[in-house]
Each structure stands twice: as C-alpha cells, then as structure tokens.
C-alpha cells in the first residue's frame, strides 16, 4: 500500500513538472500575431528584400515614363529633342547589339576602380601623416579644404597641358577631384577620436602601432566610410566629364560625345540612364551595405519593426 501510495505521488510530481515545462515554452515562444507582424521581407536572413520600397520604386518608375510618354505625345518639344521612351529603349537595344554599351560601362568602369583605389591609398596616407604632424595638417586642411570645393571640370584643361590626351590625364583629373575628400574625413575622423578612448588604451598598455592598429583606426572608420563614399561620388562626376572633354576613345563619356555631335537624343538619354542606373547600384550594393556592417559593429545600427 505504500509504495503504491508513493507511485502515485510520483506520478502526480511528474505531471505538474512536465505541465510547468509545457507552460514555459508556450509562453517563451512568440505568440501568432507577433509572428505576423515581423516578416514584411522575402527572406529572413540579412539579405532581405523590402515589399514597400520594391513596389514604391516601380511606382516611381512606371510613373516617371508614363509623363515622360505624355509630354511626348502631347508635343511640347520636337521628337529629335525629346524622343519617347520606346525610341531610347531601341537605342539601348543598339547599342548592347553592336557590344558599344557594354565595352563602355567596362572601360568607364575600369578607369573608376584604379583612380578611386588610388585616391584612397593617397588620402588615407596624407590623412594621417597631418594627424601625425601637427603644422602640417593644419597647414594642409587649409588647402583641401579649397581644393575640395574645386570644380573637377576645371581639372580638365590643366590634364591635357600637363600629361595629354591620354588614360593617364583621365585618371589625374578623378585623382585630383576625390582625393581631398579621403584627406579631410580620415584627418577629421582621427582628430575626433575621444580623448578618454586613447588614455584608456594606454593605461592598458596599448601603445603605437598597436594603439593606432586597434584604436585609432577602428574609430574613425565612420567617418572614414562616409568621406570615401562622397569621394566615389566625386570620381564618378569627374570621370564621365573628364571622358566627354578629353574625347576619350572608348567609355560612357564616349557614347554622350558620339550622341551630342551628332544630335542623337535618344542615345545621350541611354548614356543618362546608364550612369544612374550604376550610380544606384553601387550605392545600394556597396556603400549602404559597408556602411550598414560599419554602423551594426558599432552599435549604431536601429531595427525598425513594422507594426
């Protein structure tokens, strides 16, 4: 009788137990409606696709060529002005038929990279040796920061005098339009590096290399990020103006040249749409990408929920 009467306790011990485990993983989970409300993406891992800005992006577009087509039809310019949007969409057709579209996005592309890597290299290395030397950074913030404002145009003139009609001008004048930018956010990003930072690290032994290694460099990494993203903005303006100016041979520059002599609308506004089109995509692809991994690492990085 009493062992029957403890089985019977135990058997009831085990019931509540399992009961209280059943409850806490009922309640530990997230409920139907807050699973609803999470997932507005395609995926749920970080490569995420956002519905609303999807379908607001070819709202606008669809938008944007259906006026286009209505000032078209309704005449305000004439057709060698502004072609509709069918005739560019054969110009594209054209141009990607003949390979002329592609080999110039690759070249265009190709100057692009080697200058703005150049422009990098050049402006992380002057960035800190004016941090590193106080006079001179002060003397030579004073500078980039005129230069910075210069008209990369105006690079142009100065190009084909000092080195010709040649790839090599073309990559000066990039050089020379993006590089200051690079200068200034790198000198600026370790400048404004908390001074509370650089004693705490030393107080734990953390000295030269070492201190600028995992210190220094970490922390002016977003500014450093924003200052070469304005800087690959102002390779790209300077690039296609210094293409069209220069005559180079072969680039978007080069379609934009070939459609303004010979009065090809059509073609020019294929070339526009070309270089907004990659314009985009490196900033999306990218930048924000690289900025975003920048800011998550840091902590600066906000998740906005729909609710």
């Given at each position: 009788m009493r062992n029957s009467s403890k089985g019977n306790r135990n058997t009831k011990e085990d019931k509540s137990k399992k009961k209280e485990k059943i409850k806490y993983?009922?309640?530990?989970?997230?409920?139907?409606?807050?699973?609803?409300?999470?997932?507005?993406?395609?995926?749920?891992?970080?490569?995420?696709?956002?519905?609303?800005?999807?379908?607001?992006t070819v709202l606008f577009?669809?938008?944007?060529?259906?006026?286009?087509?209505?000032?078209?039809?309704?005449?305000?310019?004439?057709?060698?002005?502004?072609?509709?949007?069918?005739?560019?969409?054969?110009?594209?057709?054209?141009?990607?038929?003949?390979?002329?579209l592609i080999t110039s996005i690759a070249m265009t592309l190709y100057r692009l990279t080697i200058g703005f890597f150049i422009s990098i290299a050049l402006g992380v290395a002057i960035g800190l040796a004016m941090v590193k030397f106080t006079g001179f950074g002060k003397t030579m913030g004073s500078f980039a920061i005129g230069l910075q404002s210069f008209p990369s145009v105006a690079w142009v003139p100065f190009a084909i005098l000092l080195i010709g009609l040649n790839d090599f001008g073309i990559l000066?004048?990039?050089?020379?339009?993006?590089?200051?930018?690079?200068?200034?956010?790198?000198?600026s990003g370790m400048r404004n590096i908390p001074t509370i930072y650089i004693r705490a690290a030393k107080n734990m032994g953390a000295k030269g290399i070492h201190l600028f290694r995992y210190l220094m460099i970490p922390a002016a990494t977003p500014a450093l990020i924003t200052g070469i993203k304005q800087a690959w903005s102002f390779a790209w303006h300077a690039l296609i103006g210094a293409e069209i100016l220069m005559a180079a041979s072969i680039g978007i520059g080069h379609i934009l040249l070939i459609g303004r002599e010979f009065q090809a609308m059509n073609q020019i506004i294929a070339s526009m749409i070309t270089i907004f089109a990659l314009g985009m995509l490196f900033d999306r692809v990218l930048f924000m990408k690289l900025e975003d991994k920048v800011r998550e690492k840091w902590g600066l990085k906000q998740e906005q929920e729909n609710t």
């Open positions: 993983l009922q309640e530990s989970q997230p409920t139907t409606v807050e699973k609803n409300r999470k997932p507005h993406f395609v995926f749920v891992n970080k490569n995420r696709i956002n519905f609303d800005e999807l379908a607001n577009i669809v938008a944007f060529i259906g006026i286009w087509q209505l000032i078209y039809l309704l005449g305000i310019w004439p057709k060698v002005s502004l072609p509709s949007p069918l005739m560019v969409g054969e110009s594209f057709y054209e141009l990607l038929q003949n390979n002329m000066f004048v990039v050089i020379m339009s993006s590089v200051f930018s690079v200068m200034m956010s790198t000198y």
